[in-house]
């Protein structure tokens, strides 16, 4: 499938991807007020690089986990307890508390993530933001639905008259994507755009990019958890999905730039033209003002 190309719903799967959406979609109903009535949990998992978990994020995935399984016979992979591969077979992806830092000190933009991956291909998406009281769900052929409501299409727009969201930017960032080289694009996107936003939250911005409500998000990660669910929702909505390089996304990038077109395909030659990423990293020793 290229970028252009309409996705559709792949042959081979173990039920209707309809009855599927709709068992998901259920599902994630059940624990909304068990989400909402915890905000603010602390971190009690330290999982390095200043990541976390909270008692909620395990306690949710439990629950979806094993109620996804009975349901639906289809097994689950999940941010914090894992899973079988993704790359074949059809598998459940679940993240059960996307922004996790917002979630813990109350800030509303956080949700649940939950996506139906076939033979590495996200195939439907849903993503529940119980604090703002939004439900964004699509199987990958559309229409994109929130709150119940189908959603038309995303139209076609250029990047002057956008809005777009951005990843975590940290200068001193090392990783595949270094903090400078992140710096210098939102530097260039600022000429460029209408305006920018930084949620905290992948989830929420690949979700209100197919909602319309964004024209164009990126996303610095490669987790499955954090991109899958809002890869088949722009997909449904007719919008435009790559990683930073301009690849067609698939389970394996490691990073994902999603929109309307025209103002995806603007926003991603920002990150083109900068060149390679590498080429941002800090000198040996150097020490950051």
Not at 135 to 145: E, K
Not at 184 to 199: F, K, P, Y
Not at 254 to 267: C, D, H, I, L, T
């Amino acid at each position: 499938m290229t970028v252009n190309e309409s996705p559709r719903v792949p042959s081979g799967l173990p039920d209707d991807p309809r009855r599927l959406l709709a068992v998901a979609s259920g599902l994630l109903d059940g624990v909304v007020e068990h989400f909402r009535s915890n905000v603010g949990a602390p971190g009690k998992i330290d999982k390095g690089g200043r990541d976390f978990a909270t008692q909620v994020d395990l306690e949710l995935e439990r629950r979806l986990g094993g109620s996804l399984l009975e349901r639906t016979g289809i097994p689950v992979h999940g941010e914090e307890f894992g899973g079988p591969r993704l790359d074949t077979g059809t598998v459940w992806v679940l993240d059960p508390v996307d922004g996790t830092y917002n979630y813990s000190v109350g800030l509303p933009m956080a949700g649940v993530l939950l996506s139906l991956i076939h033979d590495g291909v996200p195939v439907l998406g849903l993503t529940w933001l119980p604090l703002v009281g939004q439900r964004i769900a699509a199987t990958v052929d559309g229409p994109v639905v929130c709150n119940g409501v189908p959603l038309p299409p995303l139209e076609p727009r250029g990047l002057a008259d956008s809005v777009i969201a951005l990843g975590a930017l940290n200068i001193e960032g090392r990783g595949r994507y270094p903090g400078r080289y992140r710096i210098a694009a939102l530097g260039e996107l600022s000429r460029r755009v209408s305006r920018m936003r930084m949620h905290g939250s992948t989830g929420a911005d690949l979700a209100f990019t197919a909602a319309g409500v964004l024209d164009a998000a990126v996303g610095f990660g490669d987790h499955p958890w954090d991109n899958a669910a809002g890869v088949a929702l722009v997909r449904a909505a007719g919008g435009v999905v790559t990683d930073l390089a301009g690849c067609e996304w698939d389970i394996r990038s490691p990073s994902v730039v999603v929109g309307a077109p025209g103002a995806q395909q603007e926003m991603l030659q920002v990150f083109l033209d900068l060149g390679d990423p590498e080429d941002f990293l800090p000198e040996p020793g150097e020490v950051f003002p």
